[in-house]
């Protein structure tokens, strides 16, 4: 389906969760596709980097998947930055604002994504005091 995504290995033949995050998902290892092609400028790194930022906004949006998990205690109900919301936000941002030859059209897709992401990260802040707001995670 043109994306490229990891399965959580402890979950057998379910693939119907992935690692999402920078520690150990596409917006970490992307790194290497991106760090590949500037050196040796092959389409294949490019278009690994595209399948990974499309399997990213496939699974985080536009439920927010990893803010707001199926069940209690989903497995990403994460804000951080390295294996929650955080992580897949600076990711979308990072492809959407680098100087790699992307389409305009993907790289805005994917400044919409990490906006939704942000916008998410501020809704789930509660109120402390009159001092201000906490974000749990």
Not at 7 to 19: I, N, V, W
Not at 114 to 120: G, M
């Amino acid at each position: 389906n043109g994306t490229l995504l990891l399965p959580h290995g402890e979950q057998g033949d379910d693939l119907s969760r992935y690692y999402l995050g920078w520690c150990g998902g596409a917006p970490g290892w992307s790194r290497l596709f991106v760090r590949l092609w500037e050196l040796t400028r092959e389409a294949r790194w490019l278009r690994a980097l595209e399948e990974a930022t499309l399997g990213v906004m496939a699974v985080v949006l536009p439920d927010l998947a990893m803010l707001l998990p199926t069940g209690p205690h989903g497995p990403w109900r994460n804000l951080g930055q390295c294996c929650g919301v955080a992580g897949a936000g600076s990711f979308l941002l990072g492809v959407a604002t680098s100087q790699l030859p992307l389409s305009v059209a993907f790289k805005a897709s994917a400044m919409d994504g990490a906006e939704k992401l942000a916008d998410a990260i501020v809704g789930h802040a509660v109120a402390v005091g009159n001092e201000g707001r906490a974000f749990p995670s």
